[in-house]
């Protein structure tokens, strides 16, 4: 089954946050996300995502010039062997990046291929699933304060959502949250690596009494898995951190640092699913609990849904904001806090057209 064409298709979603300071794409709300198409000639596409947060014209640039053209002509059931030589061939722009990013949504494409290749859906391609629907976590926005933060915690908690996710830096707003939700919703914290050792072991403690369920990136570098560690033997939080990792070998350091107790790779940015699948037979040989990072609205986070399913993750993310279209169709879309597992082959569902023609980034 060789590849015959490969297209990247930019999109950019106008969504609504509800008083979130984020800004995605610009001064305008838009969630930009880079669609990665691999057609066959045995009529059989398959779709990937490029992780783009910030980066999305340059990141379609480095995939149209770099990445596309080395995959014309390839058997496109050779998964291993087209991201090992993809990897070995742009190895000179490091193994976390722009181009690792890129040849994550090849990889996601081509399992997309072999599911449908064998009329299977990818969750039981990767070894089957009891569960027909996963719950989500929201994983919400910034905002800033006490009271907008519970505000928008109370309003998820409606929704359906058994667990949120803050994405702040100010202590008080996990106060505050907690005291909105009350102690049956489970809640997060994703600093995004602002602090010091010594910034995050102070604010660790000020935060243990509101039971959060993990501290996610609290340090800078996020590489210093060293600092990590201590932190995560100075408090009773669990510590949570990964999505900034590259390849197993980071993961491998990370679990012999005892940096973690939740490891969240993710496959748009970490190589892929057939380097995620490997890195889950790690964390559970270190009894760290895999929980895979996902800040996609597209192919990525459909992916992640069967990725999820097959391994029983326990918890899987989803950007709490409301999009003007579902770009993988209502199918992926979440209900009370939930979202259905595609039953059909490969991905089990495909980009919504009308999406593609109205937000498409030409």
């Not at 510590?239 to 496959?267: C, H, K, T, W």
Request: proline share 6%; glycine share 8%; net charge negative.
């Amino acid at each position: 089954m060789k590849i015959t064409s490969v297209e990247s298709i930019l999109l950019a979603i106008p969504y609504e946050d509800h008083g979130g300071l984020w800004r995605l794409a610009g001064a305008h709300k838009r969630f930009q996300t880079l669609l990665v198409r691999i057609d066959t000639d045995q009529g059989i596409s398959g779709w990937g995502e490029v992780f783009t947060k910030n980066g999305e014209q340059a990141l379609k640039a480095i995939f149209d010039t770099h990445v596309a053209p080395a995959l014309i002509g390839r058997d496109a059931t050779q998964i291993n062997l087209i991201k090992r030589d993809l990897e070995r061939l742009h190895h000179n722009f490091g193994r976390v990046g722009v181009v690792a990013f890129c040849v994550s949504a090849v990889d996601l494409a081509l399992w997309d291929i072999l599911g449908k290749a064998a009329n299977l859906p990818l969750y039981r391609l990767l070894g089957g699933s009891a569960r027909n629907e996963l719950p989500l976590y929201a994983s919400m926005v910034r905002y800033g304060s006490g009271p907008a933060a519970a505000k928008a915690c109370e309003r998820l908690a409606r929704e359906g959502y058994g667990a949120l996710k803050l994405h702040e830096v100010l202590v008080e707003t996990v106060g505050a949250s907690r005291a909105a939700i009350g102690p049956d919703v489970a809640l997060m914290l994703d600093t995004n690596c602002p602090w010091t050792l010594a910034e995050a072991k102070r604010n660790a403690k000020l935060m243990e009494p509101h039971n959060l369920l993990w501290l996610e990136e609290p340090t800078w570098p996020p590489e210093n898995v060293h600092a990590l560690a201590e932190l995560r033997r100075s408090t009773s939080i669990p510590i949570a951190a990964g999505e900034n990792a590259g390849s197993l070998i980071d993961y491998r350091i990370m679990f012999e640092a005892g940096a973690v107790d939740v490891v969240q790779p993710d496959i748009a940015k970490a190589h892929g699913l057939s380097e995620a699948i490997r890195i889950a037979a790690l964390a559970d040989a270190f009894d760290v609990q895999f929980m895979p990072h996902c800040f996609m609205i597209g192919a990525g986070y459909a992916h992640t849904i069967h990725l999820a399913a097959a391994l029983n993750v326990p918890l899987l993310e989803r950007l709490a904001v409301d999009l003007a279209a579902e770009p993988m169709g209502d199918l992926v879309k979440p209900r009370n806090g939930k979202v259905a597992v595609p039953q059909g082959p490969g991905l089990g569902c495909e980009p919504d057209v009308d999406a593609i023609r109205l937000y498409r980034v030409q």
